[in-house]
């Protein structure tokens, strides 16, 4: 060790006091004190490694002074000292965490051997306290690490992302224009009767409407629209109308593999819901159809409304194909689709942003073979 250890005597009888100092001044830096407040403010101001104590001192006892130079530092060694053996002092001492007990009057020898066992221990615990910091320490760097990883990799999903929805734009921008050029060269090289020609510019009319389309669902994505007021709505009244709606879309149509679609309806007794009407009409519109397409063989189409935990629910759910675990990780994502040509891929991402938007949450459990339910929950007005 660099510098003489400190020991700090406190004892109010100068004799015992001065003796002590003898005996270890040349060793070691020794600083006196005569009472408890007094110790104290030495440990205060400069900490020693250890204190000699004398238990009976008017004031502040010997044992409130252990456990306050405790409370100030738990790795301070103390040595208790007395004129009698109590059987009670001692075990007092101990529960305070003295490490060594001496009985006055002592032998150089004694004061020696005590000194040097407090010492050790308190060099034992120095060490693990070393220890401990430098485990905290790493632990510490470790977390600043871990949190620089997730900020990249927030980063990179963002980034990737974009991608995906960049992909998805050129793809469907793709199709479109094929679609146009297909029609126009037709047009440009073939015979021009009267049919062919309306056929053909009816043909471009559609591709030019299904891009304004797009590009009118990007505007709403990048919640470039106007949206609708926020109003007390009766939500099973809403469920009900927008079921009835979509129904016109779907339920003359044949299905792709033939079988009908079952519509349930369990309606729970609702208090009205703070919500965008026309944006949560076009949310239950996506689902609805996401779950017929889901069903291209016939099934039930389950329509749920109730209150959970404070908040209201409507649950959509289709015993249609389902979800593996890539799809369902990536439903949510704009312009990710399963559905080819036919799909934009931009249904759920513009849903759970309009979700969003009114203070609520949209989430799906789904299983591949058994169907698919989503989850919206929206605040109680
Ligand atoms: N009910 C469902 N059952 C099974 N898969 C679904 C269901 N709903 C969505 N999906 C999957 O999630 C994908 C993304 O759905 P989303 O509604 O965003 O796009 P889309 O239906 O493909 O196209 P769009 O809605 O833009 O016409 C779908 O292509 C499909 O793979
Ligand atoms: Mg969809």
């Excluded at 070691?28 to 400069?46: N, S, W």
């Excluded at 208790?80 to 009985?103: D, F, N, P, Q």
């Excluded at 309806?265 to 944006?279: D, H, T, Y």
Aim: aromatic share 4%.
């Amino acid at each position: 060790m660099d510098e003489a250890q400190r020991i700090l005597v406190v004892d109010d009888e100068p004799g015992p006091r001065e003796a002590l100092r003898i005996i270890l001044d040349p060793q070691y830096q020794v600083v006196t004190a005569t009472d408890g407040p007094e110790a104290l403010r030495v440990i205060h101001d400069t900490p020693p490694d250890l204190v000699f104590l004398d238990v009976r001192m008017p004031g502040m006892d010997g044992l409130e002074v252990l456990k306050a130079v405790k409370d100030v530092d738990s790795r301070i060694e103390a040595i208790i000292m007395t004129g009698y053996a109590s059987l009670e002092t001692v075990r007092g001492a101990l529960a305070y965490g003295a490490s060594e007990y001496l009985i006055k009057p002592f032998s150089e020898d004694e004061v020696d051997e005590a000194v040097k066992k407090a010492l050790a221990r308190r060099a034992e615990r120095m060490g693990e306290h070393q220890q401990i910091q430098t485990l905290l320490e790493d632990l510490r760097g470790l977390a600043v690490q871990n949190s620089l990883l997730r900020e990249r990799l927030a980063h990179s999903e963002k980034l990737s992302a974009l991608g995906e929805m960049a992909a998805g734009i050129a793809h469907n921008l793709n199709n479109i224009l094929a679609a146009i050029m297909g029609r126009a060269q037709l047009l440009v090289h073939g015979p021009a009767d009267a049919e062919t020609l309306q056929r053909g510019v009816a043909t471009i009319q559609r591709a030019v409407e299904d891009g304004a389309t797009m590009v009118q669902r990007i505007q709403r994505f990048a919640r470039g629209g106007l949206a609708s007021e926020f109003r007390a709505t009766d939500l099973n009244q809403l469920v009900q109308e927008t079921v009835e709606a979509t129904q016109l879309i779907w339920k003359d149509q044949p299905l792709q593999e033939g079988g009908t679609i079952e519509v349930v309806m369990e309606l729970g007794a609702l208090p009205p819901v703070r919500s965008r009407p026309a944006e949560l009409r076009e949310v239950l519109i996506n689902l609805i159809l996401n779950a017929v397409d889901a069903m291209p063989a016939g099934g039930t189409l389950t329509v749920r409304t109730l209150v959970r935990g404070g908040v209201a629910c409507i649950e959509i759910a289709d015993t249609g194909i389902g979800m593996t675990e890539e799809v369902k990780r990536r439903a949510f994502t704009p312009f990710f689709t399963t559905k080819g040509a036919k799909g934009t891929g931009l249904g759920l991402s513009i849903s759970h942003a309009l979700i969003r938007d009114q203070h609520g949450e949209i989430e799906l459990q789904s299983e591949p073979g058994k169907g698919t339910t989503f989850v919206i929950t929206l605040p109680l007005q």
